[in-house]
């Protein structure tokens, strides 16, 4: 009995020491919900098991076109953090925030400040496109998406923001290891070999930040259909490479549907990006983008 009695008591105390020891543990999770797998892979490596992170566009599915139904709002009704690309990405979050998240629960949109708002830029070019919302595929955007989720869960959690800032730091260095990854590799590729031509405009941001020559797209964002203008357009410009390549994007079926026969048309090669979805191939977003890389490298060379 006396042994019993000490055995109870030492489990408490060492149960007292551990939990005490580690205040991460004893929280409860911070509990987020982020719109689709990239965002979700971005707040899970700045969180750890400090967060329980949700994304409402399943993986491989297509966020522009996505809709939200009774699941997605239970979600963010429980949320303490709604995290967002915003730039029109993910618009279809905002009503869904305002009916089911309870007041007072902070909306992040990533993107803000990061480009200009092309409606109040417009130097008169006049081709009508609007802002390339996927500022997440030029990696030091991602690094500025990082900063911004380790500064939010701080906010929501201060007693862990040295954890938060700590796993933000590891994390931000793997990214711009990945960053020189894509200059030293690009840079073997003649800059006008790097022509990038997708289904939908996606890649404006990295083309920008790797020196692309052209970056061409049949529609501006999937909710759009192709028009046979700009169908011929492509096979016309696709006629005029040495090594004419089309790059495909998973998460948009008819897009591939379209880009396959653009590419019959023009007698050009396929291969795969990822651009707005993770997918069990490539289940983070260091992956996704060492594929990418890849997938360029081999297309190009
Ligand atoms: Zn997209």
């Not at 543990?25 to 400090?50: H, K, W, Y």
């Not at 979600?75 to 993910?90: Q, W």
């Not at 979805?277 to 983008?289: A, D, F, G, I, K």
Request: aromatic share 8%; no cysteine.
């Amino acid at each position: 009995m006396q042994r019993n009695v000490r055995g109870v008591l030492l489990a408490v105390l060492i149960w007292g020491l551990f939990w005490g020891s580690t205040p991460l543990l004893a929280a409860r999770p911070v509990q987020v919900v982020a719109t689709f797998s990239i965002l979700q892979d971005f707040v899970e490596q700045v969180g750890g098991e400090a967060v329980t992170v949700s994304s409402l566009v399943p993986l491989g599915a297509d966020p522009h076109t996505w809709e939200p139904s009774p699941r997605e709002a239970g979600l963010v009704a429980r949320a303490e953090l709604v995290v967002a690309n915003g730039a029109g990405f993910d618009d279809w979050l905002l009503p869904l925030v305002k009916s089911a998240a309870r007041p007072g629960i902070p909306l992040l949109q990533l993107s803000e400040g990061l480009v200009p708002d092309v409606d109040h830029h417009d130097h008169g070019h006049g081709h009508g496109h609007t802002a390339d919302p996927h500022l997440w595929l030029s990696v030091p955007n991602a690094v500025a998406y990082v900063e911004r989720i380790a500064a939010a869960l701080t906010e929501l959690r201060p007693e862990l923001g040295d954890f938060f800032a700590g796993r933000a730091q590891a994390y931000i260095q793997e990214l711009w290891a990945l960053d020189e990854r894509f200059r030293a590799e690009l840079e073997t590729i003649p800059a006008e070999s790097r022509v990038i031509i997708t289904y939908h405009n996606a890649f404006g941001h990295l083309a920008e930040r790797y020196g692309f020559a052209v970056v061409e797209f049949l529609v501006e964002n999937p909710e759009a259909e192709p028009n046979p203008r700009d169908l011929g357009r492509l096979v016309e410009l696709l006629g005029r490479l040495d090594r004419p390549v089309v790059f495909t994007e998973p998460q948009i079926s008819s897009g591939t549907r379209y880009m396959q026969a653009l590419a019959r048309e023009a007698g050009a090669a396929v291969h795969v990006l990822y651009s707005d979805s993770l997918t069990s191939e490539v289940p983070t977003y260091l992956q996704m983008m060492a594929y990418n890389l890849q997938t360029l490298v081999e297309a190009w060379r």
